[in-house]
């Protein structure tokens, strides 16, 4: 009987970078690859089927994944394209290896956002043609409308989404992979220009360049590779996109995917099960808001569990050890395999300075960003 278990076996990423001119994102792609086929124990002739997680219109070309299978060594193999994030990848790659289409799965996203000149005009492009885009609506713009209703609904003091920024800062000052460290106070963060009230310049993640591949293994083969880790459980979900029809005050996408995990998880209470968590903070005020939708802190309790330390790395519950987007950088698509390989490193005890005691079981989420409302959630364990 064929088990239903799957697993992570190789893990490569690239360190973000700001800029990348000495690279191409194909030349990241093919080190990201190296270094998990490396890291699983396995050849690229090995791999049965290949993901490229990718966006048209970040890429600037069309039918992405007819650049990518060279540098995975992919070349005449199985290779389709996930328009959506990492997570939706990570995912096809378990049901293609539950279904018993294949044993090893990569699933690869890379980002070269410094080849992107403006960056809001592109994202522009996701607003309905009709209603919303004619009204030229800045991403930030409403990024900062949602900020608003989250922060009043909460009652949440912009001192904790501050605090935020200063702890995932902070900790990418022990990750020697995260570029954008630095030593922030709340005053520092509340004093950056404001970008759409009462979103800040500090609360924005900075855009950066990288590459991740991630091999996901049947247990059979899992069994083969030298340090396997366990998908318990994974979710995820698109609700509305349009701004007429949502939930402002809330991620009901990241609480649907979280609960869709869990569920497969087999966990009740993710407060006393998740010892860590890796959480999507393109904005700042997103890691408080899926923080909530995660049940990993009560309606309105996120912001207060940040000011009280409970969720820097020292802390009870540690959020974004590796530093998040913040402290990494944001790669569009690409950042949810960024945070789903800072877990596997934290979960199989090799994150060095930045490594958070006794993580045996995590939590990814993802989000894909304005005006999307979809997101997903991994548990991960050894």
């Not at 389709?80 to 290896?97: C, K, S, Y």
């Not at 994202?123 to 009709?130: K, S, Y």
């Not at 919303?132 to 990024?143: G, K, M, S």
């Not at 900020?147 to 904790?160: K, V």
């Amino acid at each position: 009987m064929m088990s239903d278990r799957v697993a992570i076996v190789g893990v490569g990423q690239t360190p973000p970078r700001a800029l990348s001119p000495d690279q191409s994102y194909r030349e990241m792609t093919f080190q990201a690859a190296t270094r998990a086929y490396a890291d699983a124990g396995v050849s690229h002739r090995d791999i049965d089927s290949f993901i490229s997680v990718a966006e048209d219109i970040h890429e600037g070309t069309s039918i992405t994944d007819e650049y990518t299978p060279d540098q995975l060594g992919a070349v005449l193999r199985p290779v389709q394209t996930i328009a959506g994030d990492g997570i939706q990848g990570l995912a096809t790659a378990f049901m293609l290896i539950r279904s018993g289409i294949a044993d090893l799965v990569a699933v690869e996203s890379h980002c070269k956002s410094s080849n992107i000149l403006r960056h809001n005009e592109v994202l522009e492009m996701a607003f309905d043609p009709i209603y919303e885009r004619p009204l030229r609506i800045n991403p930030h713009y409403v990024a900062g409308l949602e900020m608003q209703r989250f922060l009043h609904e909460t009652n949440t003091a912009e001192d904790a989404v501050a605090q935020v920024v200063v702890k995932n800062r902070r900790h990418a000052l022990s990750n020697a992979i995260a570029p954008f460290g630095a030593a922030f106070s709340i005053d520092d963060v509340l004093a950056s220009p404001p970008v759409a009230e009462p979103l800040r310049e500090l609360e924005v993640s900075p855009y950066a360049d990288g590459a991740v591949v991630i091999v996901v293994a049947s247990e059979e083969a899992a069994r083969r590779a030298p340090r396997p880790l366990w998908i318990r459980g994974i979710g995820w979900i698109s609700d509305s996109p349009w701004l007429a029809s949502r939930a402002w005050g809330q991620a009901t996408y990241a609480a649907l995917a979280a609960e869709m995990a869990y569920k497969m998880a087999g966990i009740s209470d993710p407060s006393n099960e998740i010892r860590f968590a890796e959480i999507d903070d393109t904005y700042a005020y997103k890691e408080l808001q899926h923080v909530e939708a995660a049940r990993l802190a009560p309606r309105g309790g996120a912001g207060r569990m940040t000011l009280s330390g409970e969720t820097a790395r020292s802390g009870s519950l540690p959020i974004n050890p590796s530093g998040g987007s913040l402290g990494m950088g944001y790669c569009f698509d690409t950042s949810a395999l960024y945070r789903t390989a800072e877990a596997a490193r934290q979960v199989r005890g090799e994150a060095g300075r930045h490594q958070v005691r006794g993580a045996t079981t995590g939590l990814v989420m993802s989000w894909r960003g304005v005006p999307t409302q979809t997101g997903g959630a991994l548990v991960l364990a050894a």
